[in-house]
């Protein structure tokens, strides 16, 4: 299975901030990747997929990176909406693989 | 709008079935493929399984093969996702998730149907 690694696993940040989340997978991936947004008892949402294409309907202060087995993903000044925890996924090979996780807080 | 509307709580004992069901509207539910994905607390996202809602073809992950059984009813639009012989660990959210145009990507989720496995 490939495993995937968020750093970091949490982050405090004001409003207004430029945020970045970084995802790597335990082998390359090519471009198979995907980033979802969580908030407390919601469901996952989807924001951008094949590393940088942003889903319809979300916000262009969301962009994706990266190649291979190192992604990024950056929120251009962070609004309060946008606290909530993120997740990779890779959908390169099965079983399909979640990061754990980065949990980004108020300052 | 397009939506997926899944059933409701569920308590079940250990050794148990459980049957979560994911109501499709506002799009061709035969068009597309459906994910099953649970959320354990405090634990990541992990991936069960899909099926081809148009076919009835299905792939599992290895970790629930023998034990999920995903399905579909066409004329109602919806999806089931099957768990037996339950135990405490499977005590989760589990969410229906609809494919995009590539089957493996999740574009579209449900709201999540929380199972509870105790004795």
């Known amino acids: 299975d490939i495993q995937m690694t968020q750093s970091p696993s949490s982050l405090s940040a004001s409003v207004g901030d430029r945020v970045t989340i970084t995802c790597r997978a335990s082998?390359?991936?090519?471009?198979?990747l995907a980033w979802f947004q969580q908030k407390p008892g919601k469901a996952p949402r989807s924001l951008i997929y094949a590393a940088s294409s942003l889903q319809s309907g979300v916000p262009s202060k969301f962009s994706g990176s990266g190649s291979g087995t190192d992604f990024t993903l950056t929120i251009s000044s962070l609004q309060p909406e946008d606290f909530a925890t993120y997740y990779c996924q890779q959908y390169y090979s099965y079983p399909l693989t979640f990061g754990g996780g980065t949990k980004v807080e108020i300052k | 709008q397009v939506q997926l509307v899944q059933s409701g709580a569920e308590v079940k004992k250990p050794g148990a079935s459980v049957k979560v069901s994911c109501k499709a509207s506002?799009?061709?539910?035969?068009?597309?493929?459906m994910h099953w994905v649970r959320q354990a607390p405090g634990q990541r996202l992990e991936w069960m399984g899909w099926i081809n809602a148009g076919n009835g073809n299905t792939k599992y992950s290895q970790k629930f093969q023998g034990r999920v059984t995903i399905t579909r009813d066409t004329s109602a639009s919806t999806a089931y996702m099957e768990l037996s012989s339950l135990r405490s660990e499977d005590t989760a959210v589990y969410y229906c998730?609809?494919?995009?145009?590539?089957?493996?990507?999740?574009?579209?989720w449900g709201q999540g149907t929380v199972v509870t496995v105790s004795s």
């Open positions: 082998q390359a991936i090519s471009n198979y």
């Open positions: 998730a609809r494919a995009g145009d590539s089957i493996v990507y999740l574009l579209l």
């Open positions: 506002g799009y061709t539910f035969t068009g597309y493929v």
